[in-house]
């Protein structure tokens, strides 16, 4: 219950066209992974209605332009049971294994059962808070597109609810993943200079780099773990959004390594089960400053070389 796919791994070979110098340019219709029809070990693969809703909603997603409101999208009631079955589940273990800044950002969303929020109101509370902007976008984002957002503080986050048959999986992101999973950590302002410095670092990238680049978001962003006095805690979405992951990361099961974006990454796993390893920052300083001195490493366009925030 990540919120990756396997398409990911064609990642390293469509080139872009022309250079990305500003959020303009990211291209939200860029979409790898599953089409309408779902491949056939998607829970929603033999649900027609279920493909239908997807597709309008990631319609609607493609037609968004930047700096323009964002439609709310009206959600059915078994859309919010499912919102209401993994908040549920996940409201146990999260106070016990999640990390101490998205413990203080959480309430500030106010995620309650019985409504799934509007990323036009998680926007206002980023507003007030680092300054990010949740976009909506299709489903899964081409990885040069998607880590370009980083680098302008914009999150390309789906819309769409995974399929009620199984509220505590999802083959690739859905909204809960990305409300539950990515959206509080990015109202704390040293997380977000973490995450930041991953997509500037893409911005100068060839192909490789980006491939390497993604390995990197998903060994921090996906399943990074910090040290918290003598406890491990999760910061990774895909560990925060999954109960089960959080269950397997609580148990200790897995290796823990240092995080070091200088070296060639591991394999990245996402179909076989629960994560054998997970990368351990010591704070997000740590990282945050680690990642920004990989960033600065990588040419970037002259005009790139300031602050890529947009307010
Ligand atoms: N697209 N919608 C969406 N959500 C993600 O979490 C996501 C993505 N595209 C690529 C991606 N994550 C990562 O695997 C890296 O390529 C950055
Ligand atoms: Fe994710």
């Known amino acids: ?4 796919s396997a398409s990911q791994s064609s990642a390293s070979t469509a080139a872009p066209a022309a250079p990305i110098r500003s959020i303009h340019d990211v291209d939200n219709s860029q979409i790898l992974g599953f089409g309408a029809d779902l491949a056939d070990d998607h829970p929603g693969y033999h649900d027609e209605a279920y493909k239908r809703r997807r597709s309008a ?19 059915g009631p078994e859309e919010v049971a499912t919102w209401d079955a993994v908040l549920a589940e996940l409201s146990e273990l999260l106070p016990r294994h999640a990390c101490k800044e998205y413990l203080r950002c959480l309430p500030l969303f106010n995620f309650r059962p019985g409504k799934v929020p509007q990323l036009s109101e998680i926007n206002g509370v980023l507003a007030g808070t ?4 949740v976009r909506p976008v299709a489903g899964l984002l081409h990885p040069r597109h998607f880590l370009a957002g980083l680098a302008f503080k914009h999150f390309h986050s789906t819309q769409y609810m995974r399929h009620p048959s199984k509220p505590s999986y999802t083959p690739e992101p859905d909204i809960v993943h990305e409300l ?8 704390d302002p040293s997380y977000s200079r973490l995450i930041q410095a991953i997509g500037r670092a893409s911005l100068g990238a060839d192909d490789k780099a980006i491939w390497h680049l993604t390995k990197v978001y998903w060994f921090t962003i996906e399943f990074g773990v910090v040290r918290e006095r003598g406890d491990i805690k999760a910061f990774g979405a895909g560990i925060l959004s999954s109960y089960g992951e959080l269950a397997h990361m609580a148990s200790g099961a897995a290796a823990l390594e240092p995080l070091d974006p200088f070296r060639p990454q591991p394999r990245m796993s996402y179909k076989d089960g629960f ?6 920052l010591d704070s997000f300083e740590g990282g945050a400053e680690l990642l920004q001195r990989y960033a ?16």
């Open 180 to 187: 539950i999973g990515h959206v509080p950590l990015l109202a």
């Open 296 to 311: 600065e490493n990588l040419a970037l366009p002259e005009s790139l070389r300031g602050d890529t925030s947009v307010a």
């Open 57 to 75: 909603l990631a319609e609607a997603a493609k037609r968004h332009v930047v700096g323009t409101p964002i439609p709310d999208v009206s959600y």
């Open 275 to 280: 994560q054998k390893r997970y990368f351990l």
């Open 1 to 4: 219950a990540s919120g990756a």
């Open 130 to 133: 680092t300054g990010w902007t």
